[in-house]
């Protein structure tokens, strides 16, 4: 459960600057003829979508909405907690989305399916599109990324760059087949790897490696996490337990930040581990 979470939190700040939408509308109506109202609110970053799904009929307390956006147009997915009128999952298509501010109607696609996937039925309506940027949100990762960070502080965020394979003896580790890996730090200072591509329905996989050390007076980290569960990447039996070690040194200035040190997965029991390199820079 603890390793959801920090998941969670991971994915969560990857979406600290994205901008925020808002989609409402009509999916029929209910059994004494009542229309139901739902609302979409998600955030949207680098062609993830993630957010909530409401309702006053199938989900009157919000879902986990996931989703994928491209020049295509946009797909989520609503999979709700209990089955009601036969309907398990709900599916929203819509155009492709600009930048924009206020409000304005589009065409949406609606599938309504049951648990094994088959549509129930479909149906074409207007929506009301909003959009804001998230400048609350922000603030908060601005707050969040410098109490209790001291010589770290402003240096949460998302860092892409290089990763290449320093040392793997036996093929164990495969981390360089994620192209789109991502080292990131949380308003909470915990420390991850995110790897898999941008376009998921679900969340990719993360390695929770560790959390800085408060108010640390050191720009070099040393991170040691242990994780005894299967582990994305990597081919060494799941029962076995993992040690995660992060070791390197953060440098740059307010308007650079990087990163520039080796990532290493060690099999306990098999004595067998594999080291990376990694250089990145923090994206603003």
């Known amino acids: 459960m603890k390793f959801l979470l920090l998941v969670s939190l991971f994915i969560g700040n990857v979406f600290a600057k994205s901008e925020l939408y808002q989609l ?5 109506v209910s059994k004494n003829s009542r229309p139901i109202k739902f609302t979409l609110n998600w955030k949207e970053n680098k062609g993830i979508a993630q957010g909530s799904y409401t309702d006053n009929f199938y989900s009157t307390k919000p879902t986990i909405l996931r989703g994928i956006a491209g020049k295509n147009g946009r797909i989520f997915i609503a999979t709700l907690p209990d089955i009601i009128n036969g309907v398990k999952t709900i599916s929203f298509l819509s155009s492709d989305l600009k930048i924009m501010n206020g409000t304005k109607k589009i065409p949406v696609s609606v599938v309504m399916r049951d648990d094994k996937g088959n549509p129930i039925t479909t149906s074409a309506i207007d929506g009301d599109l909003s959009s804001q940027t998230s400048r609350v949100a922000q603030k ?82 040393d991170l040691l996490s242990r994780q005894c569960r299967p582990l994305v990447g990597t081919t060494f039996p799941g029962d076995n337990c993992k040690r995660l070690n992060l070791v390197g040194t953060f440098s740059g200035s307010k308007t650079t930040k990087h990163f520039a040190g080796s990532y290493t997965i060690s099999d306990e029991k098999l004595n067998q581990f ?4 990694l250089s990145v820079d923090l994206e603003e």
Request: proline fraction near 2%.
């Open 24 to 28: 409402q509308g009509n999916v029929g």
């Open 140 to 221: 908060q990762e601005s707050k969040g990324c410098s109490e209790g960070f001291g010589a770290l502080a402003g240096y949460c965020g998302e860092y892409r760059g290089l990763m290449t394979e320093a040392g793997d003896l036996n093929k164990r580790c495969t981390l360089t087949d994620y192209s789109n890996f991502r080292l990131v730090i949380d308003g909470y200072a915990e420390v991850g790897l995110v790897l898999g591509e941008s376009n998921a329905l679900i969340n990719p996989p993360v390695h929770v490696i560790g959390r800085l050390m408060a108010n640390t007076s050191s720009s070099r980290v």
């Open 274 to 277: 594999c080291t990376y390199s």
